[in-house]
């Protein structure tokens, strides 16, 4: 490992060989939380777009590599990763998520799929789905990224996630055979959970059979319930400084195990509509921050976890 952490362009290199990027994908899906299955609002802290906002309208066409809005004009063919990002990306008929997905996964430009989605909207079919596109695609790399957030069940009442602990068990159970690279959100800095509490939430992820983590800074967005709240009572709401960011991060990093796969390690929202933390837009300086105090306090990844 060149770095303190299991980082995914590290994986990449050790596994591919070179460095692979995300190109976000905006399927046009929706949510149980927001269509009135489970709910209407959504999440408390997710925006209208269904956190895609980078991402690229997709209906199956054929992509190229003019259309990817990101700048990495340094890969090649068949260096990228098609990520259905937004909303709940298995909540679809099945014939048109086999559609989407053999669209992408026909596509020389992309080495694999990821795709976001919900533990509870995992059902036979989508696995079934997804066993078949395994075995069709062998050389094909396929990432599923969970939105579990935390553990506790008061702070996923609150941010109104809509399924408990269990069914998240029931997933990884599920896909335990499949051969996939699961990936886990976590949500750094929800109102009332204290730093002892979030690295529960990684101590219990540790027992689960995950390959990936995204660990990422709750940010309170405009025009999202969460960010209502904020801006009509900011004195209820305690927003991580950057200090406090750093130091629960690289204890995370410290409790996690080192096998597993470290996605991000900060926020991904668009400036225009984060309303806090400010502090949060400078990725550079978080990023190298986090490196330093993990030198200067001697962490590597899974040093708490393997002692
Ligand atoms: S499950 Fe995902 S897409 Fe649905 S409301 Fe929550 S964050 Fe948004």
Same mark, same amino acid.
């Given at each position: 490992?060149? =770095?303190?952490?299991?980082?995914?362009?590290?994986?990449? #290199?050790?596994?591919?060989? %070179?460095? @692979?990027? %995300?190109?976000?994908?905006?399927?046009?899906?929706?949510?149980?939380?927001?269509?009135?299955?489970?709910?209407?609002?959504?999440?408390?802290?997710?925006? !209208? !777009?269904?956190?895609?906002?980078?991402?690229?309208?997709?209906?199956?066409?054929?992509?190229?590599?003019?259309?990817?809005?990101?700048?990495?004009? $340094?890969? /090649?063919?068949?260096?990228?990763?098609?990520?259905?990002?937004?909303?709940?990306?298995?909540?679809?008929?099945?014939?048109?998520?086999? %559609? &989407?997905?053999?669209?992408? @996964?026909?596509?020389?430009?992309?080495?694999? +799929?990821?795709?976001?989605?919900?533990?509870?909207?995992?059902?036979?079919?989508?696995?079934?789905?997804? #066993?078949?596109?395994?075995?069709?695609?062998?050389?094909?790399?396929?990432?599923?990224? &969970?939105?579990?957030?935390?553990?506790?069940? $008061?702070?996923?009442?609150? +941010?109104?996630?809509?399924?408990?602990?269990?069914?998240? =068990?029931?997933?990884?159970?599920?896909?335990?055979?499949?051969? *996939?690279?699961?990936?886990?959100?976590?949500?750094?800095?929800?109102?009332?959970?204290?730093?002892?509490?979030?690295?529960?939430?990684?101590?219990?992820?540790?027992?689960?059979?995950?390959?990936?983590?995204?660990?990422? @800074?709750?940010?309170?967005?405009?025009?999202?319930?969460?960010?209502?709240?904020?801006?009509?009572?900011?004195?209820?709401?305690?927003?991580?400084?950057?200090? =406090?960011? *750093?130091?629960?991060?690289?204890?995370?990093?410290? =409790? &996690? %195990?080192?096998?597993?796969?470290?996605?991000?390690?900060?926020?991904?929202? !668009? /400036?225009?509509?984060? *309303?806090?933390?400010?502090?949060?837009?400078? /990725?550079?300086?978080?990023?190298?921050? +986090?490196?330093?105090?993990?030198?200067?306090? $001697? +962490?590597?990844?899974?040093?708490?976890?393997?002692?």
């Amino acid at each position: 490992m060149d =770095e303190r952490y299991y980082s995914f362009s590290y994986f990449c #290199k050790k596994t591919f060989g %070179r460095k @692979l990027y %995300r190109v976000a994908l905006d399927a046009h899906m929706t949510c149980p939380n927001r269509d009135g299955k489970i709910d209407t609002r959504g999440c408390i802290f997710c925006s !209208k !777009k269904g956190s895609g906002e980078f991402a690229i309208s997709f209906d199956g066409q054929q992509l190229e590599k003019s259309d990817f809005i990101y700048n990495h004009d $340094d890969g /090649k063919e068949g260096d990228y990763i098609a990520y259905f990002q937004a909303y709940t990306n298995t909540y679809a008929p099945i014939e048109r998520l086999r %559609r &989407l997905y053999t669209s992408v @996964l026909d596509n020389p430009n992309f080495q694999g +799929i990821s795709i976001a989605t919900r533990p509870d909207c995992m059902d036979d079919a989508v696995i079934a789905l997804l #066993k078949e596109l395994k075995e069709k695609y062998p050389n094909k790399f396929f990432m599923v990224e &969970l939105g579990l957030q935390t553990i506790h069940k $008061d702070s996923s009442t609150y +941010i109104r996630r809509g399924y408990e602990l269990e069914i998240f =068990e029931e997933c990884m159970d599920k896909l335990k055979d499949l051969d *996939i690279h699961v990936v886990v959100h976590v949500i750094l800095g929800l109102p009332n959970e204290s730093k002892e509490m979030m690295l529960e939430t990684i101590r219990y992820l540790n027992k689960q059979p995950i390959h990936g983590i995204k660990l990422q @800074l709750l940010h309170y967005l405009k025009d999202t319930d969460l960010g209502d709240a904020y801006n009509q009572k900011k004195e209820e709401f305690h927003v991580l400084s950057f200090e =406090e960011y *750093i130091d629960i991060v690289v204890t995370c990093i410290q =409790e &996690l %195990r080192s096998d597993i796969v470290i996605h991000r390690l900060s926020g991904d929202g !668009k /400036k225009d509509d984060v *309303i806090a933390p400010q502090w949060a837009f400078d /990725k550079k300086k978080v990023l190298n921050t +986090i490196r330093h105090t993990l030198k200067e306090r $001697d +962490i590597v990844q899974g040093k708490a976890y393997e002692a």
